[in-house]
């Protein structure tokens, strides 16, 4: 995570967000969650634990806070590994990935207003071509992750992609450009 030189973007439009990428075990797991069917925003969608980022709060600090709320895992600024790229969704968000270290074997509370479902998915599970989508709405290709049995959608596939080219594989590679399939985009 160190030698990737990440790319922020400068969207004052877009409201400031923080996901979490939380390693856990040895460091060949990760956390997702499914989102509670009763939430507002993107009910029942596969994410990575996180939220908007609080006024005077920096994106490191945000994730952490909301891995906190959401799956009662609270780490030290410590645990902080690194940064990805920033993805800007259309629901209108600016998404700061931040790569955390939980250990071995942390234990997790879910939050039941939050979180319908906890997986500590094996990394080899998102070492996968993901697929590419076209649709009408837009110019870029709509970008797929076959895991857990199914397609996991942008945001959360676009940055467990470039997790996987920048951790698995050493590649530098961008996917701000990627899009999200359409029922995201509220």
């Given at each position: 995570?160190?030698?990737?030189?990440?790319?922020?973007?400068?969207?004052?439009?877009?409201?400031?967000?923080?996901?979490?990428?939380?390693?856990?075990?040895?460091?060949?797991a990760?956390?997702?969650?499914?989102?509670?069917?009763?939430?507002?925003?993107?009910?029942?969608?596969?994410?990575?634990?996180?939220?908007?980022?609080?006024p005077?709060?920096?994106?490191?600090?945000?994730?952490?806070?909301?891995?906190?709320?959401?799956?009662?895992l609270?780490?030290?600024?410590?645990?902080?590994?690194?940064?990805?790229?920033?993805?800007?969704?259309?629901?209108?968000?600016?998404?700061?990935?931040v790569?955390?270290?939980?250990?071995d074997?942390?234990?997790?509370?879910?939050?039941?207003?939050?979180?319908?479902?906890?997986?500590r998915?094996?990394?080899?599970?998102?070492?996968?071509?993901?697929?590419?989508?076209?649709?009408?709405?837009?110019?870029?290709?709509?970008?797929?992750?076959?895991?857990?049995?199914?397609?996991?959608?942008?945001?959360?596939?676009?940055v467990?992609?470039?997790?996987?080219?920048?951790?698995?594989?050493?590649?530098?590679?961008?996917?701000?450009?990627?899009?999200?399939?359409?029922?995201?985009?509220?």
């Open positions: 995570m160190r030698r990737f030189p990440r790319r922020p973007l400068d969207r004052p439009d877009l409201k400031p967000a923080a996901v979490g990428i939380t390693l856990v075990g040895d460091g060949s990760f956390l997702l969650t499914r989102r509670a069917p009763t939430l507002r925003g993107h009910a029942g969608q596969w994410a990575l634990p996180g939220g908007r980022t609080d005077g709060e920096s994106a490191a600090a945000a994730a952490r806070r909301e891995l906190a709320e959401e799956l009662g609270a780490l030290d600024a410590d645990a902080e590994l690194g940064a990805l790229d920033d993805y800007a969704t259309r629901s209108g968000y600016l998404i700061t990935p790569v955390l270290w939980a250990g074997e942390p234990p997790l509370r879910p939050n039941p207003g939050e979180v319908s479902e906890v997986h998915v094996p990394l080899d599970v998102i070492d996968v071509d993901p697929r590419f989508v076209a649709i009408p709405e837009s110019d870029a290709p709509v970008i797929q992750l076959p895991i857990l049995g199914r397609y996991v959608h942008a945001p959360t596939a676009a467990l992609h470039q997790f996987r080219e920048v951790v698995l594989h050493g590649r530098d590679t961008r996917v701000a450009h990627l899009e999200q399939p359409v029922f995201a985009w509220r």
